[in-house]
């Protein structure tokens, strides 16, 4: 409460000039202190309550504030999907190379909330794909080479699994193949990366409703000779192996495997399949009332840094970017949608070293063929955006998304 004292005491110290604007300060404050007791963010009155310490939760918020806010931060919504977007070795400077390569504003851009986490894994300071995956799905620092098995090989819970229990629809998109490091950090236990096939058995059982990437070869043509594709149909899958049939899909469950591995990069003629597959699978998954969580992945950015190929690196950025369009245009629409992006690591080194922003041209150096340490930006848009600021560790990621969802872990 702001007293008949306190005005006094300021005017004696700062002076007449600095009293006025302290007391208009002081009249906004108050109101707003006031305002917060009295009506409730939807504008409705209710019953007076005492001033709470704290913004958050299901606090009742004012109609104005004099704390300055991130603007399409929607705190107070609920939270019923989650649309986790990894671009695989994406840095910082890889970001904005492709921001300067345009004449637009890319997607990136619309992001209202942004923070650095830290990468290493258990066993290195420079993380791979397979730790750093089951960090970000799992919430466990695990060895290099490792997938969903913690630094002791136990068995970790993803946040996929998590929205499972709590009967959300789930989804995997990539556009490597649906069984390298990333997406099968989600879904997948195995104590080698490379044992591509025991990760197809894995997201076989998994129960997972969408997933759409390469690595058709694992599933069809294995070492064991079993046919996963017979396995997927038995579970009520619709099974296809290109693009087309995919978008004029209408199944409720839906396995493609569009490639024999890894899909090939955009500038060699894999056209729109990241934002075609990311929209249709946010379409089914939206069927279920209860929710979705969907990861969709930028995996060949990764591959362009690897190359040192600054071509399909920005190419790759700016494919990640359309399917981050049409991420945050459902999201916006939809209101209790939260969109979160980040990277597993940084990939090449990579330095922005000249450029024209009139051509829209940009010179770029590497400094190795593989990762980095450095930290890794995270974007964050829709409910529960805030908390996704700040700096932390990349294990922090599953307890922020699972607290979105108002889940326990």
């Known amino acids: 409460m702001i007293t008949l004292t306190t005005l006094v005491a300021s005017n004696a110290i700062f002076g007449t000039h600095y009293f006025k604007r302290f007391v208009a300060l002081a009249s906004v404050c108050t109101f707003i202190l006031v305002g917060a007791e009295t009506i409730r963010a939807d504008g409705q009155y209710v019953k007076a309550e005492p001033p709470r310490p704290r913004w958050g939760g299901n606090a009742v918020r004012a109609q104005k504030s004099c704390i300055p806010k991130v603007a399409d931060i929607e705190a107070v919504k609920e939270v019923k999907n989650i649309i986790f977007m990894i671009g695989d070795g994406m840095g910082i400077a890889t970001t904005y190379a492709a921001m300067s390569s345009v004449d637009h504003p890319l997607n990136f851009e619309r992001f209202p909330v942004t923070g650095l986490q830290k990468t290493f894994s258990a066993d290195n300071f420079i993380t791979d794909s397979a730790a750093a995956g089951t960090a970000l799905a799992n919430g466990k620092k695990t060895q290099n080479g490792v997938i969903g098995l913690d630094a002791k090989k136990n068995r970790t819970k993803s946040i996929l699994k998590l929205a499972q229990e709590h009967n959300l629809a789930t ?81 409720t469950k839906l396995a493609a495997l569009v490639a024999p591995t890894q899909c090939a990069y955009r500038l060699k003629g894999r056209g729109d399949m990241l934002p075609v597959a990311s929209a249709k699978a946010i379409e089914i998954l939206n069927k279920n009332t209860n929710g979705f969580f969907l990861m969709i992945e930028g995996s060949h950015i990764d591959h362009g840094g690897h190359d040192n190929d600054a071509k399909v690196l920005v190419d790759e950025v700016l494919d990640f970017d359309e399917a981050l369009g049409v991420a945050l245009d459902f999201a916006k629409a939809d209101g209790h949608t939260l969109v979160v992006v980040t990277a597993d690591h940084e990939t090449g080194g990579v330095t922005i070293i000249g450029g024209d922003m009139k051509k829209h041209t940009v010179k770029l150096n590497f400094s190795t063929k593989g990762h980095t340490a450095v930290m890794v930006p995270v974007y964050a848009f829709g409910p529960g955006a805030d908390k996704f600021t700040g700096i932390y560790d990349n294990t922090a990621l599953i307890g922020k998304l699972s607290n979105s969802y108002g889940f326990s872990q």
């Open 171 to 251: 989804g995997l998109i990539a556009v490597t193949s649906i069984t390298d490091a990333t997406p099968a950090a989600f879904v997948a236990h195995v104590s080698n990366r490379t044992n591509q096939e025991a990760i197809a058995m894995d997201i076989m059982y998994s129960g997972v409703d969408v997933f759409v990437g390469g690595g058709y070869n694992y599933f069809a043509k294995r070492s064991d000779k079993l046919n996963l594709l017979d396995g997927l149909v038995a579970r009520g899958y619709e099974v296809h192996t290109n693009m087309a049939k995919v978008g004029k899909s209408h199944a």
